[in-house]
């Protein structure tokens, strides 16, 4: 029995999830594809990363898309540069199989922008973009947004975080002919119920996935007690042992992740290091680099490493706990993909083991202690 099958899903789209290991959908994708499906109209959802959005909004998109007309149908808007290129790449692989080709344009800034005016030449169903650069491109009259009937709003309150208020605002006004609008958010604050109110209709369709059902249950959750000092030596020697596996390191400053990425270089450690102060070609790089397997390991923090997208991590290291419980699903969410198993382990002190119970209690987790 193919569960996608029964919740509407076409055969082609179940080809190309298949051969990327998701056979069993997520809460997420249980409730939106059928809802999306048959409906289609204004959809808010509250979830966390590492839920499966991804499909969950991907899959109802590309049935909605018409092949037959070479217009941009669907705007996909995502807060960074990396999430942009990872949904991206997900909806070509959903795609494969498809008897009719879909074409997909992702548009961010930091890539060269002629490049991004020639692909649009060609014929375009849906884009993927970050907000600054589809206004410039709107600017520019590079492309048109007349035909779009689906407007997606991913990591809403991300968005508005990083500054971006007026330009999805502006980019709402500017599809005022979309069918429906599907926003998708970890949290619902004022920002992001006032883009609700002002651009989506009172009658809109809402979701919740509760945190028991974020975290991927391929992904066993551990921890180790000891000093601050000692944890250099305790994550040099975890290392040390992992052979070929290949995972991330979470650290929650910029300064403590260069200090780390010293530290374990100078132990002979192949690493790299993401983190905020880095250009965006340099990100690009090291994120390029490790996925080609020239470095073994990557130290990154939380902002930085948003919309990371490495296949085979074995393991998630978090140096220190995060501020918040979606950057720890978000982190641990990078091992433990496409039906593979992973091992997420936190490092803390011990007067943060009452915040280990607590975490594990809000999310539904079993954290054991490593010696």
């Not at 596996?245 to 290091?273: M, N, P, Q, W, Y």
């Amino acid at each position: 029995m193919n569960y996608f099958k029964t919740l509407g899903v076409r055969e082609d789209l179940i080809q190309g999830l298949e051969e990327l290991g998701i056979q069993t959908p997520t809460p997420i994708q249980r409730q939106a594809i059928p809802y999306l499906l048959a409906k289609g109209g204004d959809f808010i959802a509250q979830a966390q990363t590492g839920t499966g959005k991804t499909a969950a909004f991907g899959i109802p998109l590309l049935m909605q898309v018409d092949p037959e007309v070479r217009e941009i149908q669907a705007v996909v808007v995502a807060p960074t540069r990396e999430l942009a290129k990872q949904i991206g790449k997900q909806l070509f692989r959903f795609t494969k199989y498809c008897t009719q080709k879909i074409f997909v344009e992702v548009l961010t800034g930091g890539d060269k922008l002629d490049r991004q005016i020639a692909a649009l030449q060609r014929p375009t169903h849906v884009v993927v973009v970050t907000p600054g650069r589809l206004l410039d491109l709107l600017s520019r009259k590079a492309l048109s947004l007349d035909f779009v009937k689906l407007l997606i709003l991913d990591e809403a309150d991300e968005m508005l975080n990083l500054g971006f208020r007026k330009e999805v605002a502006e980019i709402c006004a500017r599809t005022q002919g979309r069918r429906a609008t599907w926003l998708f958010s970890a949290t619902i604050p004022a920002g992001v119920q006032k883009l609700i109110t002002d651009y989506m209709s009172p009658k809109s369709h809402s979701l919740k996935i509760d945190q028991q059902h974020v975290v991927n249950r391929d992904i066993s959750h551990r921890f180790i007690v000891c000093q601050i000092r000692e944890k250099t030596e305790r994550i040099a020697r975890f290392l040390q042992n992992q052979g070929e596996e290949r995972g991330v390191i979470f650290c929650r400053t910029r300064a403590g992740a260069t200090k780390l990425f010293d530290e374990l270089s100078e132990r002979g450690h192949r690493l790299g290091v993401l983190q905020g102060d880095l250009m965006q070609t340099e990100r690009d790089k090291v994120l390029r680099s490790f996925r080609k397997g020239r470095f073994q390991f990557l130290i990154a923090t939380d902002v930085a490493a948003r919309g990371i997208d490495v296949e085979g991590l074995a393991f998630v290291l978090h140096h220190q706990l995060p501020d918040q419980i979606d950057y720890y699903t978000h982190r641990s969410g990078r091992t433990g993909r496409a039906g593979r198993t992973g091992v997420s382990i936190a490092l803390i002190g011990q007067q943060e083991k009452a915040d280990i119970a607590k975490l594990g209690k809000l999310l539904g987790l079993a954290f054991v202690e490593m010696k």
